[in-house]
C-alpha cells in the first residue's frame, strides 16, 4: 500500500505571487492505491528559503504532528509573513493505520506589497486629445539599466482601465488585467515574475493602456462611468544575487505618445491604424526623443489589493466551419459555436487599405448578420493595412459574442485559414465532466459550460454582446451552484461576493448589479421602466447565497466569516421591509422571463426572505455562532408561517397559482407536511396541463427539477428535461442553439425573433438545470455536515429514455466519478470512484434501493428489477 501527497496548493492556487492574505490557506490532496485511505493527522514545514526546507530547517513555521484529517483549508500558523517575502513549504500526512508518507514536492508561495508605505511608484497617464470622442490607447516606455545578476524580479502592477505589459518586446501576463472592481473602493494587483526576461546591461519595459471598465463603455450605462481617462501603476522589485536591491516605478522618468490603436472599448470595438504602428517600441534602443512626458496622477484612495480573481486567458482557438460570399462582395463565417473572445486574421494588400470584421450570434433569414440585438453595442474591428507583406492582427481592449464573422473590403480572397475565434474569459479550469446515452442532452450540457464561458469573464456577465455586460447578482445566485460543477470558481466567486460587498448600500440592501457601476446613481435606465433597485428579491439575495455556495463546493468557512456581518445586514434590511413578515413588492424583476406566468412579487419576495433567513441561520451555526444561530431559525419558521398564512389556501393554492410559487415554496421548506403534498400536486397537474412543459424564469428554473424530483416526481423532471417541445431547453437546440439562450422565446418557429431591444442567444440562467444534472441525473452530491465533498452523497436517479450517465467532478480531495446503466432486462450497474481522505453515502435507486457507506476507493454495485 502506497499514499502519496501531491496537488499542494496556496489559496486555491499552484505555487501563487503577489498574496496579502496575511495567514494564507493550504490544500493538498492524498493518491492512495488502496481503498479506505484516510489521514489522521499532518506535519507541515514552511521555510524562507527552497535549501533551508530541503535540510528540513523550517525556520518560519514547523507545525508539528497535527492530528487532524484536514487536507483544505489549513491556515498558516508560523511567523508574521514579509512583505515580497518568499515562503517555501512541504507537507506529510499519517494514515489511518499511523504510516507515514514520503514529504511532498515543495511548494511556495509569494507575498506581494503589504502596506500602502511601501508603493513608490506613481499613477501616469495620457492627457486626452481634443476633438476626439474615444480615445486612442497610450503607449508607455521606460528603459533602465541591469547591472549585476538578478535573482529575483517580481513586477507589480495595476491600472484603473487595463493593460499590457511587455518586457524587452514580450508580452507578459494577462488579458484585461486588473479585472473588474468597483474602482472607487479598491483595485487588484497582479504580480508578475520577470525575472527570466530581464538581461544584464539595458531593458525597457513597455505599456499599452486601454480604457476598460474605467473609463470606457460599461453596458448601457455609458462611458467614463468611474474616470475620464485610464492611468497605470506598477513597482518592479529587483532583487540581486549579491543581496542588494533596487526599484522601478512609474513615475515621470516615463515617456507616453499614442499609437495604432485608434481607439479599444470593450462595447464599441477597436480600430487599428498599421502605419502608425510604433516598430520596436518596447525593445531597448528606441528613440522615442519625441514622445510625450506622462501625466502623473496625484493619487488613488481605493484600496490595492492582490489580485483574487482567476486570470482572464486565451483558453481555445477556434478554426471556422464554412465560409460563403455574400452579395455584397462580403464574406461571413460560420465558426461553429457561439463564443466570446475575438477573431485574429491575416491579410495582405496595399497600403492604406480598411478591412472590417463584424460579429453576430446568430443570421438572419436572408444569411445576413442579426445585429439587431446588439442595441448600441458596436461588435466590429477596423484594421488599416500598413501595406507590406502578410500582416496579422488581432484587437487588444474589446471582446465580442459571435458566432459568425463577417470579413467586410477583404483585398483579394479569403480561405478557412484566413481567420481564427480566440475564446477568451476568466481561465476557471474545467471541474465536471457530464455525458449521457442522450445525444441531445449532451448538446444541452455542452451549452451550459459554452454559456459560462462566455460570461465568466472577471465578473459573471448577463449577456456578452450587446451594450450590458453586467455582473446581475440574480443571474449569478440561481447558477452558481451549477457554475461550481462545471469549473473550479472558488476564487472567481470568492472576488465576486467582495464586489456585492463594496456596493451594499448603508441601509443593507445588495444592488442588483455587481460591481455597481453607478448603478443606484444611473437612473435614465430604470425610471423609464419603473423599477427600482437596489434591492429586488432574488437578486440581492445573491450575497447570502452565494458564500453558501462557496462553502458548500468548497468547504470555506472564511468566505462565510469575513462577509457575516453583511449576510447579516440584508437580512435585517429584509425584516426591515416587511408588513407582518410579509414584503408587500421588493420583486419588481418577478421570475425574469418566465412564459406564460406571472408570479405576484410580493410572494416571491416573501420566499426569498425566507430562504435568505434560513440560509443565514446555518451560516451562524457553521460559525459557532449559537445563539444568532437559534433566533434566524425561529425567524425563518416566523416567515415560513407568514407566508402560508398570506398566500396559501385551504386547497393548498398558493397565490399566483405558478410553477415557480410552488417550486419556491417547496425548495425552501415553507409549507406544512400537507400543504407541500397539495403544492407538488399543483405544481404537476399545471406542467401536464400545458403538455409536459415548464413557465418558470430565472428565479423558478434552477428549482424546478430538483423540486419534483425531492418531491416524488422524477417522471415529470425527466420529460421536462428532454421536452422538445416550445418551451423547453431542447426547442433551442433543436434550431441550432450552441449556448443557452436569454428568453424561451428568443426565436420560435411561428413568430421569428423575439424583441431586439432583450434578446441575447448568450445567457446562462436558464442553464441553472446543470446542477441538477450533477446532483440528481448523475448523483454527485454534497454534504452541508462535511462541506467541499469531504463526505460525498452518491445517488443517482436514473430516468427519462437515458440508459446510462458518466459524470465525474474534481473536487479539492481528488477525483469523484460515477457511471450507471440501465440493461434492458431494467438491471442497474453504478461504478464509482471516491478520492483518498473522503468517505462516501451511495444510495441505490429502485424497488430494491439500498444504502451503502464506503471510504475512499473504487466500487462496482448491481442493482436488479428497476422496470419493476
Known sequence: MTTRVGLCKTEYMLNPIGLDVRKPRLFWQLQADSQGVVQSAYHIMVASTREKLESDQADVWDSGKVSSNASTHVQYEGQPLQSEGAYYWKVRVWDGAGAVTAWSETAFWMMGILSRGEWKAQWIGRKSEQGALMQPSPFFRKSFEVKKKVKRAIAYATALGVYDLYVNGERIG??????????????????????DKLKTGDNTLGVILGDGWYAGTVGFLGDKVYGERPFFLMQVSLDYEDGTKERVITDRSWTTTRGPIQYSDMIKGEAYDAREELTGWNKPGYADSAWEAPD????????????????????????????????????????GQNMVGWTAVNVQGERGTMITLSHAEILNPDGTLYVDNLREACQQDHYILKGEELESYEPHFTFHGFRYVELIGYPGEPDLDTITGKVVHSDTPVTGKLETSDAMVNQLYSNITWGQRGNFLSVPTDCPQRDERLGWTGDAQIFARTAAYNMDVSRFFSKYVWDMVDCQQPSGAFTDVAPDAGWIRHKNWNTRLNWFAPDNSGWGDAGVIIPWTIYLMYGDVRVLETHYEAMVKWVHYLKNTTDELVRP???????????????????????????????????????????????????FGDIAAAFRKAFVAEDGRIHGDTQTVYVLALQFGLLTEEQSRQARERLVADIQGRGDRLSTGFLGVGYLLPALTDNGSLDVAYKLLTQEAFPSWMYSIKHGATTIWERWDGWTEEQGFQTPSMNSFNHYSLGSVGEWMFRYMAGIEADPAAPGFQHVIIRPKPGGNLNWVKASYESLYGCITVEWRLSEEGDFHLQVDVPANTTATIQLPGPAASEHKVGSGSYVFESVSMLN
Open 174 to 195: 494577462d488579458r484585461f488585467a486588473p479585472g473588474w472592481t468597483d474602482y472607487n473602493t479598491r483595485v487588484q494587483v497582479q504580480a508578475v515574475d520577470v525575472t
Open 296 to 335: 502623473v496622477r496625484s493619487g488613488y484612495n481605493g484600496l490595492l489589493v492582490a489580485a483574487i480573481e482567476p486570470p482572464i486567458r486565451i483558453t481555445k482557438t477556434m478554426k471556422p466551419i464554412s465560409m460563403k460570399k455574400t452579395a455584397a462582395g462580403t464574406y461571413i463565417y460560420d465558426m
Open 585 to 635: 413588492g421588493y420583486a419588481n424583476y418577478a421570475d425574469w422571463l418566465s412564459i406564460g406566468a406571472d408570479t405576484p412579487n410580493e410572494v416571491l419576495a416573501t420566499a426569498y426572505f425566507a430562504y435568505s433567513t434560513k440560509l443565514l441561520a446555518q451560516i451562524a451555526d457553521v460559525l459557532g455562532r449559537v445563539d444568532e444561530a437559534a433566533h434566524y431559525q425561529a425567524l
